[in-house]
Every structure is written in structure tokens, then in C-alpha cells.
């Protein structure tokens, strides 16, 4: 069973579009994140999300944002897409309480904005 | 602010033989963990060993190892026996103990072949 899943694989769109990326995980954790990987393959966090709060990097522009209609969902939306958002995306979750374990990560989605 | 730095940015090694993956970090928290994730070409992330900085022993799961240096801050990985399998990048993250946005911090990364 997968464990951090995410639609789609792929999205290949235009700029100034507006599009969802979709993520679901079935680990019971409380805490979800996105995160943006470019093209140098740096890893950047975005979101960290969990039943209490939302907390968002200062450095993300207001045309990202995060919805989850549940614990086990946080979907990420992009308005007005740009070219330099092309990238891809992950998401992961983690139980807050243990940590240490790490975040699981979703396989990601490739966002390609021409 | 937390920072991580992996200062090779891309590593090769023979099949068979040892390599060691270099990371620093630069905090002023005294409970964090240390991660080494691996993203092969396939590019899904997948978590190699973790470290709990109040622990001493150096974590060690089958053919990795890491050599923990709390003062020096640093974090390095050890992989024994490597493996074609093991050619990916390599990410070393940093976590700090409590909740915030800034949990999780990843090193550059590092970019590994194994060689036939």
C-alpha cells in the first residue's frame, strides 16, 4: 500500500493558469508537508501543516496555497502559474510525536509551466 | 537559522568499495535529529538513517553507517560494499525537536555513482 501518494505524476500547463496538486496519506500521522525541489535538485520546505496550525516559509509568494480538507489530505494550489515555478513537488508527512523517524515522502509532480 | 551544507556536490566510487558522504550543520539547538535521505533516479525520497543528538553511538543500519560528531557538527554517511543500487542523490536534513515551519532543513545534496 502506498504510504504518501500524490496526483498527478505530471502536469505540464501554461502560465498565468491556475492548478491543484493533490496529496493523500493513509500513516495516521498529524503533520503533512510540501515541498519544492528545482532544477539544481535543491530541496526547499514550503508548508508544514498539522491539526493545529498552519505554518507557512516567509519566502513562498501568496499564489501557493495549501487546503486540507482532512488529516489525511493537504492539496497544494498554485494561481496564475509562472515559469519559474516548474519544479518538482513533494509532499511528505511525519507523527509529530515521533519525529525521529523522519517524513515519509510522496514520489512527487513534476510541474512543467510553459 | 539552521543551516546544512554538503560540500561535494557530486561523488563517485567502485562497486565494492567504500565511500563517505561529507555534511556540516550550524545550529544552536541542543535536541535535534540528523537524516540522510537517498533520491535515486526515480526520484522518490527515501530515508537511508537517522541520529538523535543526545545519543553518542553512531547509527548504523546494514551497509550505512554515519559518523556523528556533535561539536564539530557534523554528520557524515558511510557506505560499505556500494552497490550500482546506491547511485542517487544523497540529502542530509536537519530536524529540530520542536514543532515550526522550519523543521526540516536539507543539505544541497550530493550527487553519487557507483561505478561497474
Known amino acids: 500500500d502506498t504510504a504518501v501518494s500524490q496526483t498527478p505524476k505530471y502536469l505540464v500547463t501554461q502560465m498565468g493558469n491556475d492548478k491543484s496538486i493533490k496529496c493523500e496519506q493513509n500513516?495516521?500521522?498529524?503533520?503533512m508537508y510540501w515541498y519544492k525541489q528545482d532544477s539544481k535538485k535543491f530541496l526547499k520546505i514550503m508548508f508544514s501543516?498539522?491539526?493545529?496550525?498552519?505554518?507557512i516559509n516567509e519566502t513562498v509568494p501568496n499564489r501557493f496555497s495549501p487546503k486540507s480538507p482532512d488529516k489525511a489530505h493537504l492539496n497544494l494550489h498554485i494561481n496564475s502559474l509562472e515559469l519559474g515555478d516548474s519544479a518538482v513537488y513533494f509532499c511528505a508527512s511525519s507523527q509529530e510525536r515521533s519525529t525521529v523517524f523522519g517524513q515519509y515522502f510522496g514520489p512527487g509532480t513534476r510541474l512543467t509551466v510553459t | 537559522a539552521q543551516t546544512v551544507t554538503q560540500s561535494q556536490p557530486e561523488m563517485s566510487v567502485q562497486e565494492a568499495e567504500t565511500v563517505t558522504l561529507s555534511c556540516t550543520y550550524d545550529t544552536s539547538e541542543s535536541n535535534y535529529y540528523l537524516f540522510w535521505y537517498k533520491q535515486p533516479p526515480s526520484r522518490q525520497m527515501i530515508l537511508v538513517i537517522r541520529q538523535e543528538a543526545y545519543k553518542q553511538q553512531n547509527a548504523t543500519e546494514n551497509r550505512f553507517s554515519v559518523n556523528f560528531q556533535k561539536a564539530a557538527k557534523s554528520f557524515s554517511l558511510k557506505i560499505s560494499d556500494s552497490q550500482l543500487g546506491d547511485t542517487a542523490m544523497y540529502f542530509c536534513a536537519f530536524m529540530k525537536r520542536s514543532f515550526d515551519g522550519q523543521n526540516f532543513v536539507f543539505g544541497p545534496g550530493t550527487r553519487l555513482s557507483v561505478l561497474p
Open positions: 500513516l495516521g500521522h498529524d503533520t
Open positions: 501543516y498539522n491539526n493545529k496550525e498552519l505554518i
